[in-house]
C-alpha cells in the first residue's frame, strides 16, 4: 500500500520558535506538496518540488520554507513561527507524469500559542 | 489565471436526496480529477476525468467532464451518512514541475 507519512499529528509551539514538519513517502514519487488548510479557505499550496534539491514557491510561501535533500523526503520549515500559522498542514506526493494523483499524508495541526 | 472554481462552499441535505457540486475553469482542462476529505481525514483520490464530455460511475456518484472540457460536476444519488465530507475537484499539472491546483471545496452535511 502506497505510503505518505507525516511525523507529527499533533504539535504545540510558541512564538519564535523553529518548527520542522517532516513527510516521508514511500512510492519514490518525484512531485511533493506542502499544503495547508483552513476552515473556508479550502487547500492553500505552500511549496512544492518535482525533484532533489529542487523547490518551487506556491501560493502562500511566506513564513516557510522547505528541504528536499532526498527523493523520499520533504521537510517544511518555519523558520519563527506565529500565530497566524496555527493550522492543519497536508503533505502530498505524486508520480512524474501529468496525470498522476496525488497521495496525502494524515496531515499535521500546528498550534502556535 | 490558473483558478478553478467550485459552487457551492456549503450543502446540507436531507439523507436520501440528491447533491451536485459544480467545478469551472476559466482555462481548457487537459483532464480534472476529484477528492473526499471525511470530518477529520485527508483528501483521498475518487477518479480521473480525461476526455471531454466523459461520463464515469462509482456506484451512487457519477462524474462528468464537460464537452469543452472547462467544467465538470459531482452528483451524489441518494445521499448516505457516510457521503459526508468536502468534496474538491483538482486541476492536474501541466507537466512535472508545476502545481496542482484544488478547488475551494464543497462541504456537505446529512440530515439523517
Known amino acids: 500500500d502506497v505510503k505518505v507519512t507525516q511525523s507529527s499529528r499533533y504539535l504545540v509551539k510558541r512564538t519564535g520558535e523553529k518548527v520542522f514538519l517532516e513527510c516521508v513517502q514511500d512510492?519514490?514519487?518525484?512531485?511533493m506538496f506542502w499544503y495547508r488548510q483552513d476552515p473556508g479557505l479550502g487547500l492553500r499550496l505552500i511549496y512544492f518540488?518535482?525533484?532533489?534539491?529542487?523547490?518551487e514557491k506556491g501560493d502562500i510561501p511566506e513564513g516557510y520554507s522547505v528541504s528536499r535533500e532526498k527523493k523520499e523526503r520533504f521537510s517544511l520549515i518555519l523558520e519563527s513561527a506565529s500565530t497566524n500559522q496555527t493550522s492543519m498542514y497536508l503533505c502530498?506526493?505524486?508520480?512524474?507524469?501529468?496525470?498522476?494523483?496525488?497521495?496525502f499524508g494524515e496531515g499535521s495541526r500546528l498550534t502556535v500559542l | 489565471g490558473q483558478q478553478v472554481m467550485q459552487i457551492p462552499q456549503y450543502q446540507h441535505v436531507q439523507e436520501g436526496e440528491d447533491f451536485t457540486t459544480y467545478c469551472n475553469s476559466s482555462?481548457?482542462?487537459?483532464?480534472i480529477q476529484w477528492y473526499k476529505q471525511r470530518p477529520g481525514g485527508h483528501p483521498v483520490f475518487l477518479i480521473q476525468?480525461?476526455?471531454?464530455?466523459e461520463v464515469k460511475k462509482q456506484k451512487r456518484l457519477t462524474f462528468q467532464f464537460g464537452e469543452a472540457k472547462k467544467n465538470s460536476s459531482l452528483h451524489i444519488t441518494a445521499t448516505q451518512t457516510t457521503d459526508v465530507g468536502t468534496y474538491f475537484c483538482?486541476?492536474?499539472?501541466?507537466?512535472?514541475?508545476?502545481?496542482?491546483?484544488f478547488g475551494s471545496g464543497t462541504r456537505l452535511s446529512i440530515r439523517p
Open positions: 512510492m519514490d514519487h518525484e512531485n
Open positions: 476525468l480525461v476526455k471531454s464530455g
Open positions: 482555462t481548457t482542462l487537459s483532464n
Open positions: 502530498a506526493s505524486c508520480g512524474g507524469s501529468n496525470t498522476g494523483e496525488l497521495f
Open positions: 518540488s518535482y525533484d532533489v534539491k529542487m523547490k
Open positions: 483538482a486541476r492536474p499539472p501541466y507537466s512535472s514541475a508545476s502545481k496542482i491546483i
